[in-house]
């Protein structure tokens, strides 16, 4: 038996793993201690062991990063910080074992990438064993032939040359076939091997393409009321996580305008207020592709040249114009409120710091079908508008605006504010349909609401890698189901001196020789059955 | 036939499914104390359950069972394949009234996975001494049906749009035949390892049985995991963005993945059910801890 069938005896991975790393290995003076060990090292870690081991390691680290709230992952930005909240002692300590961000934590990628360099170190040195074998005809026959599968043994009763007629038949079931004087020997299944190799290193080929995402790309998000319009440049955007190497001056230049968003939401049963439809009619004026219109709906995201604007949520923007105690427009237009239920109860507060006498603030809720609820503050009880209401409180004194930190618009810092109150000395507070205005107390301004807008949340991506990926992903499909679903099997028919004919087939990999595929030889070449042959061995 | 009479329809068949399956179990422990009450050797209780529609397929392998004892399996067997065939009609008529591939929510994602289940253990056992495997997938079928119907159950309803997609045909296609292959290839795996420490082979057919699963389960799986991929990217704008959901996928094809390379490393071939049953366990809880307990994008899929 030689080298190459030895090897396979072993399945053809462990085969693999198994390949002397360095044929230079003998002849050579003894090496270095150092030289020796690094050898050492590099045998282990590529070989199949730690490979699964690795893989059930990253199994493992990958499941905390489910558990506890991640930074830009969880689909509720807050979550970490909640988190903190929660357990002011023990967040820290997550943190400082990278447990809120486990995959980009550094023992995280320890992890992929020694399995990686694992699987690299055993794949490249494969890839030169089958650049070998795929130029080999295939191995003589194993002496002992009746300790293979499917053996066949016995005379051939018919005038024709039995080896030529078996080469021909596995030639046309497409094997590759070698003829010598005395055998025929036969092979089919390589792909198998090159399935595998596809498979490992498309994996390598998809990390170029995860890294071309998380070194150029970027995403963002922005909030667009109806009728507004969006310059793509990175000061307009709410949220913007670019990758350390993007290109933020240099983003895709365009302009978009978002003219109408329409919802419909379901009207009765069990699922009452589930949305049904969403649509954002979008117009665009690209330097790249000119001008056009197009409807972004869920998973019906408007590509730019290369830059995607996805629809992800939406809600309502009450049109109001708040004059001050001077009778001036402090404030007007539409102002976007968060929804806090799925029945788009909205959260808002608008500010008007210019206001005179004194600065105002108010602070109060949206709702699109507005019903009574605890505390006398209504709730909404359907995301769609059927009784829209804005409700609201009023503050008076410093917003806090000047003194230079940030501040979101959706927040209000009450250090230095004073409440509204009524004649009473309560909280004052009030609600307005469409089209109502209410007078502040104390002469401070008024208020008016003269009507609804929607505004639509875009997430707008850009990821260069992402064709990359997507190859590396088909690569992977399609070298993983060669390498597990194409057997590979070796046949050999040999004449001996005794004038009998036998057969038999080795598998090289888990599964079975087809067992058909033997008999339908010994058929063609006029065997008799396995069993009759058997006996004649016994004789 | 309305959607209306079409939902009501699918209720009944799987009503009806679950009578059957129990009905199946019956036979099956029916056939299975016959079998104890009888001094016959180990290897003919084991085998004797049932032998899936196979004409003598493995008679030369093991002792015969008794003969009114092989009559009892091979009912229950029948019975097995009646409630299938229930099964598989009450998924058509949710469909037909849903007017959508009826995998929407988590009460139709579990009425075609425990049809899915039955299907796959019937592909496969066909021909095969399923042994204890036959009641045992019986059992895990009515269990995952029963919570479906008694938890997790949702009138007809149309989607929410963001799960009105083509990829949600492929890819909860996908994800759905290989749970089911990896459901058949869990218990094979358990039988084998029961087996094992009671000093079997190393290889026995159940081994067999889930190794053949395995390896169309596996890129199935792949498959599934990377149409998901495709889909997040039109959906969300980003491919893989360890969402929860995404997460536990990963997990679960990391330890099939090591299943299948400890498989063909000499030393690890007896640990090698070990990983397999972890990713089955990591599947498992995707499908029900992650949607019940985990909040993430995936959360819409309706409880």
Redesign the interface.
């Known amino acids: 038996m030689d080298v190459a069938q030895e090897e396979h005896e072993?399945?053809?991975?462990?085969a693999l793993?198994s390949l002397p790393s360095d044929p230079h290995e003998r002849g050579r003076p003894r090496p270095s201690e150092v030289t020796a060990w690094g050898r050492w090292a590099w045998r282990r870690l590529t070989s199949?062991?730690t490979?699964?081991v690795l893989?059930?390691l990253?199994?493992l680290t990958?499941?905390p990063?489910?558990?506890l709230p991640?930074r830009g992952?969880?689909?509720?930005p807050a979550a970490v910080a909640n988190f903190y909240r929660a357990n002011p002692d023990l967040a820290p300590w997550l943190d400082r074992m990278s447990l809120f961000n486990?995959?980009s934590a550094p023992w995280f990628a320890a992890v992929y990438v020694l399995l990686l360099v694992s699987m690299t170190g055993c794949v490249v040195p494969r890839s030169a064993q089958l650049w070998r074998e795929y130029r080999a005809a295939p191995p003589p026959s194993p002496r002992h032939l009746s300790r293979e599968t499917g053996h066949h043994r016995g005379l051939v009763a018919r005038p024709h040359d039995p080896l030529a007629v078996a080469a021909a038949h596995l030639r046309d079931r497409r094997f590759l076939v070698t003829r010598t004087s005395n055998e025929v020997r036969a092979e089919k299944g390589r792909l198998r091997e090159l399935g595998n190799l596809a498979f490992h290193l498309s994996l390598l080929v998809l990390l170029f393409g995860?890294a071309g995402?998380k070194l150029f790309g970027y995403?963002g998000r922005v909030a667009l009321v109806e009728g507004t319009t969006f310059a793509n440049v990175s000061s307009s955007y709410d949220a913007l996580t670019p990758a350390p190497w993007a290109d933020l001056a240099g983003l895709e230049p365009l302009e978009l305008t978002l003219n109408d968003f329409a919802a419909e939401f379901?009207t009765e049963?069990?699922?009452f207020g589930?949305?049904?439809?969403?649509e954002a009619a979008v117009s665009y004026d690209s330097a790249e592709e000119g001008d056009g219109s197009f409807t972004i709906?869920?998973?019906?995201?408007l590509d730019i040249n290369g830059t995607?604007f996805?629809l992800?949520g939406h809600g309502y923007a009450p049109e109001l114009t708040v004059r001050d105690g001077n009778g001036d427009v402090a404030v007007s237009g539409p102002i976007i409120f968060l929804p806090v239920d799925p029945a788009f109860t909205s959260d808002g507060v608008v500010k008007a710091p210019d206001a005179r006498p004194t600065s105002l603030a108010l602070r109060g809720l949206f709702l699109p079908t507005a019903v009574d609820g605890p505390d006398g503050m209504g709730v909404s009880a359907y995301p769609d508008q059927v009784n829209p209401i804005v409700q609201f409180m009023a503050y008076t004194g410093d917003l806090g605006l000047d003194d230079g930190t940030a501040q979101s618009v959706f927040e209000l810092d009450f250090t230095d504010l004073d409440q509204v109150l009524d004649a009473d000395g309560k909280p004052w507070r009030v609600s307005l349909a469409p089209g109502q205005t209410v007078r502040l107390p104390d002469g401070l301004g008024s208020v008016t609401f003269d009507g609804v807008s929607r505004f639509a949340n875009f997430?707008?991506?850009r990821?260069p890698g992402?064709e990359v990926?997507?190859a590396a992903?088909i690569l992977?499909?399609l070298g993983?189901?060669a390498s597990?679903?194409i057997p590979r099997r070796r046949i050999w028919v040999r004449r001996n001196d005794d004038g009998t004919v036998e057969l038999a087939g080795r598998s090289l990999s888990?599964?079975p020789v087809p067992p058909g595929e033997l008999h339908d030889l010994a058929t063609t070449i006029g065997l008799p059955p396995a069993g009759a042959g058997q006996n004649k061995e016994e004789e | 036939m309305t959607s209306f009479d079409a939902a009501r329809l699918s209720d009944a068949l799987v009503t009806s499914a679950l009578g059957v399956f129990s009905l199946a179990l019956v036979v099956f422990a029916l056939a299975a104390a016959l079998s104890r009450s009888r001094p016959v050797p180990v290897a003919a209780v084991s085998g004797a359950a049932v032998v899936l529609s196979s004409p003598g397929g493995d008679a030369g392998l093991r002792p015969a069972p008794h003969r009114g004892l092989e009559q009892v399996g091979r009912a229950g067997a029948a019975v097995l394949v009646l409630g299938t065939i229930l099964l598989c009609l009450a998924v058509v008529a949710r469909g037909v009234a849903a007017g959508r591939a009826p995998w929407g929510n988590m009460y139709e994602f579990g009425l075609t996975g425990s049809a899915a289940v039955a299907v796959a253990f019937l592909a496969y056992g066909r021909g095969r001494p399923t042994g204890v495997l036959a009641p045992w997938t019986v059992t895990l079928v009515l269990v995952l049906l029963g919570v479906s119907v008694t938890s997790l159950y949702t009138p007809v309803d149309d989607l929410v749009p963001v799960l009105n997609s083509r990829w949600l045909v492929v890819h909860v296609a996908a994800a759905i035949t290989a749970g089911a292959l990896f459901t058949v290839g869990a218990l094979a795996t358990i039988a084998h390892l029961v087996r094992q420490r009671g000093g079997g082979d190393e290889d026995d057919h159940f081994s067999d049985l889930a190794h053949t699963v395995h390896l169309v389960a596996f890129p199935v799986w792949t498959f599934a995991v990377i149409a998901g991929a495709v889909w997040a990217e039109n959906a969300w704008g980003r491919y893989w963005g360890w969402d929860p959901k995404e997460t536990w996928a990963f997990i679960t094809w990391v330890f099939y993945a090591a299943h299948l390379h400890a498989l063909s490393t000499v030393g690890w071939r007896r640990r090698a059910g070990w990983l397999a049953l972890a990713g089955f366990l990591a599947f498992v809880f995707n499908f029900f801890g992650v949607n019940l307990w985990i909040p993430g994008l995936h959360s819409y899929a309706g409880v």
């Open positions: 072993l399945g053809s991975e462990e793993r199949m062991r490979a699964i893989l059930v990253l199994a990958a499941v990063g489910s558990l991640q992952v969880a689909s509720d486990v995959y995860i995402g995403e379901e049963g069990a699922r589930e949305p049904r439809k969403f709906r869920p998973n019906r995201p995607k996805f992800t997430q707008i991506a990821d992402k990926s997507l992903a992977l499909m993983l189901t597990l679903a888990r599964r």
